[in-house]
C-alpha cells in the first residue's frame, strides 16, 4: 500500500503488533511505535499518537485482533474492544472499527478480526482516493484553499480525507496552494499538515489561527475544506476546535465551506451536534506549549478538543459516494446506503 507514496501508512500489522507513526514527535522525526499489547495502544490512541477518525477506525480494528491474540478469553477480549472504543469518545470510526472486528472475532475467531482489521485498512485508503476524486472538482485551478487540523494521510491509514481533496487537485494539475491553520493547542496544522504537504510538493503557508478570517476579508481564500470526526444526521459536524468559527467566517464572506470524510464518519443514529459528546482534554496543553508553561502557575482552562459547526453553514459534504449538499436528512442517509455498495479495485 505504500509503494511510491512518499508517506506511509499511518497504522499497519507487523509481527504481531499494531504499528502506527508517533504523530507525538513529527515533524521533528519520523518515528513508528510498535504496540504489541491493548494498553500501549490505547495510551497510544489517548495521547494523541495516531488520531484522525478514519485512522482511529483501522486502529480501533487492528486494537481488537491483537486483544484477540495477546489475551485468553473472550470476555477478555470484549473488554479490550470497549475500553478501546472509549478511549476518543467524539471520533465515531473508533468504535466502529472496533465493533466490526469484534463481531468478527466473535463469529470466526482471532484470525478473523485481523482479516477485517486489514480489510478496514486497505478499504480505508481506497474510499479516500474517491473522495479526492469526487472533490477535486470543487477546487478551482490554481485556487486557494484554507485548512484546518489535519486531515490528510496521517489523519487516515493514507491518502487522506480534505487534504486528500486538495492532493487530488494538485494531482489532476488544478495548481491549488493551501494555507494552514496552526491550529492551537497541539499545533496539528503546524506539525502534521504542513509536514505532508512538503513531502508531497503542494504550496503551503502556515498562519495562526487567528489569521484565517483576515485572509478571507482580503479575498485570499476560494473555499475552506476540513475533515470530520463524526457528522449527525442533520448534517451537524464534529470536527477540531476553531473549526465552527471558521464556518461562521466563511459564511460572512461568502466563500464555500467543505467537510471531506468517509461514510463512516455519517452517524445517522445521532439526529443533532447537540447529541455529540465533546472530548474534554488536560488544561496543560493549553496552559502548555509542549513541555514548557505559557501562563501562570494556577490559570485554569478549558479544553474541548472538537466544536459543533451547524449544518446550515456547511456548503457540502464530499464522501466516497460523491457530494452530499442540503437537506442533509435525505442525501446523508443515501451516501451511507450507496457506501455499502461501494466496490474498490486493490492497492
Known sequence: MAGTDPIPPTVEWRRGAVRIIDQRVLPGRLRFLDCADVDSLVDAIATLAVRGAPALGATGAFGVALGAHTLKT????????????RARPTAVNLGWGAERALRAYEHDGRDAALVVAQAIAADDVRRNRLIG????????????????????SLACVGYGTALGVVRAAFEGG???????????????????????CDRLGIDARLVVDGAAASLMQRGLVDLVIVGADRIAANGDVANKIGTYGLAVAARHHQIP????????????ATATGDAIVVEERDPDEVTHAGT???????????????DITPARLVTAIVTECGAARPPYRRSLPAHVRRAAEVVTPGP
Not at 514548557?292 to 472538537?306: D, E, H, K, L, T
Open 74 to 85: 473472550k470476555r477478555q477480549v470484549r473488554a479490550a474492544a470497549a475500553r478501546i472504543a
Open 133 to 152: 476524486a469526487h472533490g477535486l472538482s470543487l477546487v478551482p485551478v490554481g485556487g486557494a484553499v484554507l485548512t484546518h487540523c489535519n486531515a490528510g
Open 174 to 196: 488544478r495548481r491549488p496552494s493551501v494555507w494552514v491553520d496552526e491550529t492551537r493547542p497541539l499545533l496539528q496544522g503546524a506539525r502534521l499538515t504542513m509536514w505532508e
Open 257 to 268: 465551506f467543505y467537510v471531506a470524510a468517509p461514510a463512516s464518519t455519517l452517524d445517522l
Open 292 to 306: 514548557r508553561r505559557i501562563a501562570p502557575v494556577g490559570a485554569g482552562a478549558f479544553n474541548p478538543a472538537f
